[in-house]
């Protein structure tokens, strides 16, 4: 991707109080820059710092692309992926969409099956929507990486935060022009508006 684009960039740190504001965001999904073409598990493991142990004991169900994902390994994120990850849900339905699970049978019709081979790895860009025991859990991880926001979003996100997001930015070194990482994920298409990149780390 060539076209430069040069964000706004935000980094704040805020109380840990403030990260209830986040939490309808990252259920409906943050975007992220990611290294894309390769697996799954790379994604988690290698590029978002999320470990085996972790993986294995606290996400239960992932979706990818909107099909349950049963192989991490075979699985291939691309540019634009949308990732779904939980933790253990309640009733049939969660035992059915459970990774491995003794009823994931029931939905081989829908699970994801890759029916490519790893490609070259590239800058992309990945939604990510974290739900139920993982938005405390995840989330403080992939906000305090870096997510980037549309001007509506971003000021949806300001108002809800109130005085303590104004504050910050307000300081001279918490705002500055991020144009390297935006150069390398460009717009996603043609008229797209400017991106916000904003870091959030929680004090506590």
């Known amino acids: 991707m060539d ?10 740190t805020l109380g840990k109080e403030s ?13 992220v820059a990611a290294r894309v073409g390769g697996s799954l598990r790379g994604l988690l493991e290698d590029q978002f710092g999320l470990n085996p142990e972790y993986l294995k004991e606290r996400i239960k169900t992932v979706f990818l692309d909107g099909k349950p994902v049963d192989d991490w390994d075979a699985a291939l994120v691309h540019d634009g992926s949308v990732l779904a990850l ?15 699970g003794f009823f994931a049978g029931l939905r081989s019709q829908i699970t994801h099956r890759e029916r490519q081979s790893p490609l070259p790895p590239e800058e992309g860009r990945v939604t990510v929507k974290l739900f139920n025991l993982l938005i405390p859990e995840a989330g403080p991880l992939f906000l305090e990486r870096g997510i980037f926001l549309s001007p509506e979003e971003f000021e949806e996100l300001r108002k ?10 307000a300081e001279k070194d918490s705002i500055r022009r991020e144009t390297g990482e935006a150069r390398r994920i460009g ?7 400017e991106w916000v990149f904003l870091s959030v780390r929680f004090r506590g």
């Open 3 to 12: 076209q430069a684009l040069s964000p706004a960039s935000f980094r704040l």
């Open 160 to 169: 809800s935060l109130g005085d303590e997001s104004g504050k910050e930015a």
């Open 187 to 193: 717009p996603a298409g043609p008229g797209e508006p």
């Open 86 to 100: 939980s933790g253990a849900m309640p009733g049939l339905a969660g035992a059915t969409l459970r990774r491995g």
């Open 19 to 31: 990260f209830l504001a986040f939490t309808p965001l990252l259920q409906r999904g943050i975007r």
